[in-house]
């Protein structure tokens, strides 16, 4: 099977954006913009990028796996595991479910988190037509429980740093339960913020992970870098 042929400098970029790589996964850095697996938009996916970027690299001649366990919105940035192998993929997308994979998000907001740390627990619902979500009162048919814990790390000259911890995994899930307790994304016109950002994205970055190897049943943990456009907001956060 052929891809298609990257130019030099996406050859270099995709290879600058790996996190870690063995022969069962690749942990990949996403920018803003990109989309995990394919849509309706027809748009190159990461997934496909880096088949082509591994075809070229290991000079494979057939045909190259990289399977998806889980998925980041278009807007948010940050970690993102590939798996190299079915085996790998198969058990990947059960640790995702089953709450094994530790994710780690930083998120910058219009406010800051009053108290400055805490637990959020919301029944929340989703609305297809308009592809967002809705924390409810109380438990409505269909309304699914969303977990997190979140931790005021720092201001910069208008914005605030929080980090978040996810416990569940639930549509628009951060985004709503952060804008609902008053602390809107950074460019997040969907769930309230006032303007957008120039990238079109939002300021919310899949900071960490820790999860055991599928295969090697070793410990991971994993860091990604932060975007350029998060001006004022330092890399070293405790």
């Known amino acids: 099977m052929e891809y298609r042929e990257l130019t030099a400098e996406e050859y270099q970029d995709l290879?600058?954006?790996?996190?870690?790589?063995?022969?069962?996964?690749?942990?990949?850095?996403?920018k803003v913009g990109e989309i995990t697996q394919g849509d309706k938009t027809g748009d190159e996916c990461l997934a496909e990028a880096y088949k082509a970027f591994i075809a070229r690299r290991d000079g494979k001649p057939g045909k190259?796996?990289?399977?998806?366990?889980?998925?980041l919105d278009r807007p948010v940035s940050g970690?993102?595991?590939?798996?190299?192998?079915?085996?790998?993929?198969?058990?990947?997308?059960?640790?995702?479910r089953d709450g094994e994979v530790h994710k780690t998000y930083w998120a910058l907001c219009c406010a800051k988190?009053?108290?400055?740390?805490?637990?959020?627990?919301d029944w929340m619902t989703r609305n297809e037509k308009q592809n967002k979500s809705f924390v409810?009162?109380?438990?409505?048919?269909?309304?699914?429980?969303?977990?997190?814990?979140?931790?005021?790390?720092?201001?910069?000259?208008?914005?605030?740093?929080?980090?978040?911890?996810?416990?569940?995994?639930?549509?628009?899930?951060?985004?709503c339960q952060l804008s609902h307790m008053g602390c809107i994304i950074k460019g997040d016109l969907k769930y309230g913020a006032p303007r957008s950002n120039p990238d079109g994205g939002i300021c919310l970055h899949a900071r960490k992970v820790?999860?055991?190897?599928?295969?090697?049943?070793?410990?991971?943990?994993?860091?990604?870098?932060?975007?350029?456009?998060?001006?004022g907001v330092p890399?070293?956060?405790?």
């Open 15 to 30: 290879e600058s954006r790996i996190l870690y790589e063995d022969n069962h996964l690749m942990v990949v850095n996403k």
């Open 64 to 71: 190259v796996f990289l399977g998806i366990p889980h998925r």
């Open 79 to 96: 970690i993102c595991i590939l798996a190299k192998t079915s085996k790998a993929l198969e058990r990947l997308t059960a640790m995702f």
């Open 113 to 121: 988190p009053e108290p400055e740390e805490g637990h959020l627990e």
């Open 136 to 175: 409810v009162d109380g438990r409505r048919e269909g309304a699914k429980l969303a977990k997190l814990n979140f931790r005021y790390l720092m201001s910069t000259e208008r914005y605030h740093l929080v980090e978040v911890e996810l416990l569940t995994g639930r549509h628009h899930q951060i985004r």
């Open 210 to 231: 820790n999860f055991v190897h599928p295969v090697k049943k070793t410990g991971i943990e994993v860091l990604a870098p932060l975007p350029h456009s998060w001006k």
């Open 235 to 238: 890399e070293a956060q405790a």
